[in-house]
């Protein structure tokens, strides 16, 4: 067996064994891609604006989307790309040839991460129990820690996703269960 097909035959989920639950389910397929550049580069912002149909947002911690992508503003001059597609070599494809000719870098993480959906009544309750951040607003992320995992939380509408590392999935996975089944069991308000 070649080097290439055992990495394919090993890239799977960590959370392909957990079953969705009523307020939480995995984001799967979904490509994440690592830009960096610099925000008073013209070329470059023009260029990925074009690329992706959509404008990069420049104050750290707020994000864009559309359809097809959403673009999170990590720091300053970086970005994490998530396509919903799931094709991360066609998106890195498409920015490689956008920036070509401008200071940039790009990195394909999609097998490094997967993404974590919360949503529903226990949401906000469930993240406030293990993240010290608080997301009231619509199109914002930011990057913390939950319960010692590092994190990329970010809030659109009712739904929370969490970009988390593959070596953390499950745990997060399980601490989130553990929270929510406490709240739900609590008649006051839970705290861990």
């Known amino acids: 067996m070649t080097a290439r097909a055992k990495a394919a035959a090993i890239a799977h989920s960590p959370l392909e064994e957990m079953a969705a639950t009523s307020y939480m389910k995995e984001i799967s397929g979904r490509a994440k891609i690592v830009l960096r550049g610099k925000c008073d580069d013209e070329q470059f912002m023009t260029a990925?604006?074009?690329a992706l149909g959509l404008s990069l947002p420049t104050t750290v911690n707020k994000t864009t989307r559309d359809k097809n992508?959403?673009?999170?503003c990590t720091g300053p001059d970086e970005w994490?790309?998530?396509?919903d597609d799931g094709d991360g070599q066609r998106v890195l494809s498409l920015l490689q040839d956008a920036v070509k000719d401008t200071f940039a870098?790009?990195?394909d993480v999609s097998d490094y991460y997967t993404i974590i959906r919360i949503n529903g009544d226990y949401a906000e309750r469930i993240?406030?129990?293990?993240?010290p951040l608080d997301l009231q607003k619509t199109d914002e992320c930011a990057q913390s820690r939950y319960a010692n995992a590092a994190i990329l939380l970010c809030r659109a509408g009712d739904d929370f996703d969490v970009q988390?590392?593959?070596s953390f999935a499950a745990y997060l996975w399980r601490y989130f269960e553990t929270v929510a089944l406490g709240y739900k069991q609590s008649t006051n308000n839970f705290y861990m």
């Open 80 to 83: 994490m790309v998530w396509a």
């Open 105 to 107: 870098a790009l990195a």
């Open 164 to 166: 988390v590392r593959w």
């Open 127 to 131: 993240l406030a129990a293990g993240c």
């Open 48 to 50: 990925v604006q074009n």
């Open 69 to 72: 992508y959403s673009v999170l």
